[in-house]
């Protein structure tokens, strides 16, 4: 039997030396955005999961914060508030729209392929969501944003779906990059 070293974690994160089953998930360096960070262990960077359809993010939403309104074509994600206060956005697949808001202790599901984002419900505390997948892809490859999705679409497109002009889509930037985490724009700027 292998036992696991019980000395300081691997200050770089990731799997552990001594043991390909621990992930020092907090000692990861994390992707930063002007809303939060993000850091997560997945098929890429843990070799036990994959092919093992899993993966988790820990979230960290600042106050303005918002996760990318998005969907994910081939997961479910299982959310769990370990501090904060977050407010959630579900669209389900009979045109049904859940709001609703979820605190410290709380689990969110949201299911395969529909269309969801939360957001730090806080003005001066951090939100922080443990997010657990049934896939091994790496964030941002298991899901579809809204923002690449939008900025794909014609501008004529756009019109007809929604009745109105093509003009009124002419400002609508045209990002091709994932967005991930955001922040709100203070009423100021």
Known sequence: MTNASTGPKN????????????????????????????RG???????????????????????????EPHWHPSAWELNYVVSGKAKWAIQGLQQEHYTFEADQGD??????????Y??????DEDLVVLVLFNSSLPEPRNDIGIVNSLSLMPNDVMAAVFGVSADFFSNLPKIE?????VKKRSSQS
Do not use: M
């Open 177 to 181: 990059k994932p967005v991930t985490i």
């Open 118 to 123: 939360f957001e730090n419900a806080s003005d």
């Open 107 to 116: 689990i969110v599901f949201a299911a395969q392929g529909l269309f969801h």
């Open 41 to 67: 262990a997945n098929g890429d960077n843990w070799p036990a999961l994959a092919d093992q359809k899993g993966a988790t993010y820990l979230i960290r939403l600042k106050p303005g914060g918002i996760r």
């Open 11 to 38: 200050v770089n994160g990731g799997v552990d030396p001594s043991c390909p089953y621990l992930f020092h998930l907090e000692a990861l360096t994390p992707s930063t955005f002007d809303g939060g960070d993000l």
